[in-house]
Nanobody, 121 residues
């Protein structure tokens, strides 16, 4: 199995910045796309940003111009740089990866446990 672990969440003031990380580990695998989602209390889980194997990116309109997604393939890690944070950005942030397990040739989507981001004065 492949495990995804998020880190970097915490409490920041409005206008501040945070950088989230998500590292994949476990069996031999290849990562296709990676993405970030977020879920506020009582709300649905929403798409935030995605990065393809080739490095192309997509962003939700609500974060465009403020957030940047990137990846380090050598470290099997995806990052989310969050700037100009607003109270509406408060949520649990989840990373996900589309994976190929090498020995079984099995494709599936793996999810992390999430990391809390709170934007408050």
């Amino acid at each position: 199995q492949v495990r995804l672990v998020e880190s970097g969440g915490g409490l920041v003031q409005p206008g501040g910045s945070l950088r989230l990380s998500c590292a994949a580990s476990g069996s031999s695998f290849v990562i296709n796309s990676m993405a970030w989602y977020r879920q506020a209390p009582g709300k649905q889980r929403d798409f935030v940003a995605r990065i393809s194997s080739g490095g192309s990116t997509d962003y939700a309109d609500s974060v465009k111009g403020r957030f940047t997604i990137s990846r380090d393939n050598a470290k099997n890690t995806v990052y989310l740089q969050m700037n100009s944070l607003k109270s509406d950005d408060t949520a649990v942030y989840f990373c996900t990866a589309n994976l190929l397990i090498f020995e079984s040739r099995n494709l599936y989507n793996s999810w992390g446990q999430g990391t809390q981001v709170t934007v408050s004065s």
